[in-house]
């Protein structure tokens, strides 16, 4: 595989799938493929029992520095309409997602990290919301998701002025959750996927689903505890001071009914 040209790179290990965005030429710009596959790649990790977490990050010192802007000559709707259809099947992706983020996240790169359950940023990164610098209406549904994180203050800045803001503000503001010294993003992010990746998949998905705002469904989520085996079993651990072995495994199609 001729790893220069732009491309989704994908890894499986210990219950965690890496996806990597790969476009050295262009910082990581996601192609108009790039986005179409995204949800392709996404339906086929959510369907693999083995994947309990799932990594987004950007290969070299880039997390994606947006759209390529080549692509959006032809039709920017259409352009844009991809990267919402991305962009919303990674969050509703059904267990737990992690951007690492080093380097630029900026415009679509900032769309994919916000729609991640958590944010990870190396110190230096630069992160920033930019369609008002190409005359662009953003999605309603990702400024909601924006909204959400930094609220309707700082979602008004970054999108009314397109500025890069950095880690430390990024951090205050809520748009990352950690941030991690030169050299201790991977570290840091490999940890703490390995620590959801042993956590019970039941928990994570009721809870992802209510964080969501989903609220007809505490019936459900009872009934799939009463069934699921993995509450005896982490009570169990905990009384034998061992470590839980949870068997549950959240449906692939995500919340149904």
């Not at 499986?12 to 996806?19: H, L, S």
């Not at 069934?227 to 905990?238: H, I, K, Q």
Request: aromatic share 6%.
């Amino acid at each position: 595989m001729d790893r220069t040209e732009p491309q989704l790179l994908c890894s499986v290990d210990g219950g965690v799938a890496t996806v990597v965005i790969s476009h050295p030429a262009k910082r990581n710009a996601m192609t108009a493929g790039m986005w179409r596959s995204l949800p392709e790649l996404l339906e086929r990790l959510a369907a693999d029992p083995a994947v309990r977490v799932l990594v987004l990050t950007g290969a070299g010192d880039t997390f994606c520095a947006g759209a390529d802007i080549s692509t959006l000559r032809e039709s920017a709707a259409d352009a844009q309409a991809l990267a919402v259809a991305a962009e919303e099947a990674l969050a509703a992706f059904p267990r737990p997602t992690l951007a690492a983020v080093r380097g630029y996240c900026v415009g679509g790169g900032s769309q994919l990290a916000a729609a991640c359950d958590l944010r990870f940023a190396q110190e230096g990164a630069l992160f920033g919301v930019t369609p008002a610098k190409l005359g662009i209406v953003y999605p309603s549904s990702s400024t909601r998701r924006l909204v959400g994180l930094v609220g309707p203050a700082m979602a008004k800045h970054l999108l009314f002025s397109g500025e890069l803001i950095g880690t430390e503000r990024a951090l205050r503001t809520g748009l990352v959750d950690e941030v991690l010294p030169d050299g201790g993003l991977d570290e840091r992010v490999a940890a703490y996927a390995g620590v959801l990746a042993s956590r019970s998949q039941l928990t994570q998905a009721a809870a992802k689903e209510f964080a969501a705002g989903r609220q007809d469904r505490d019936g459900y989520w009872a009934a799939q505890a009463r069934g699921s085996g993995d509450t005896a079993e982490g009570v169990a651990a905990f009384l034998e001071r061992r470590a839980p072995h949870f068997t549950y495994t959240s449906p692939a199609g995500g919340p149904t009914g």
